[in-house]
């Protein structure tokens, strides 16, 4: 059945931050999580390799804005 390939079924609120959803993986050892909206309705999924990407890319930036003496807006 489908769910053989899909359990476990974690899900992440949209409003979260990407360190719960990068923990919530590690955590359950899965890849991929669903995204829901307050009402619980399912808007997309995020995923493992993703957000290690956005999080080097914000990193990357905050370092390039650094140097060239900006103070980063958190």
Same mark, same amino acid.
């Given at each position: 059945? &489908?769910? #053989? %390939?899909? #359990?476990? +079924?974690? %899900?992440?609120?949209? @409003? =979260?931050?990407?360190?719960?959803?990068?923990?919530?993986? +590690?955590?359950?050892? &899965?890849?991929? !999580?669903? &995204?829901?909206?307050?009402?619980? $309705? %399912? &808007?997309? !999924?995020?995923?493992?390799?993703? +957000? =290690?990407?956005?999080? @080097?890319?914000?990193?990357?930036? !905050?370092?390039? $804005?650094?140097?060239?003496?900006?103070?980063?807006? @958190?």
């Amino acid at each position: 059945s &489908v769910a #053989e %390939f899909v #359990e476990p +079924l974690i %899900f992440a609120k949209e @409003y =979260e931050c990407q360190t719960k959803a990068t923990e919530l993986m +590690l955590t359950n050892n &899965v890849e991929h !999580i669903a &995204v829901t909206n307050r009402a619980g $309705d %399912f &808007v997309g !999924i995020a995923s493992l390799k993703q +957000l =290690e990407k956005e999080s @080097y890319l914000a990193s990357r930036k !905050i370092q390039r $804005d650094y140097q060239r003496g900006k103070t980063p807006a @958190y």
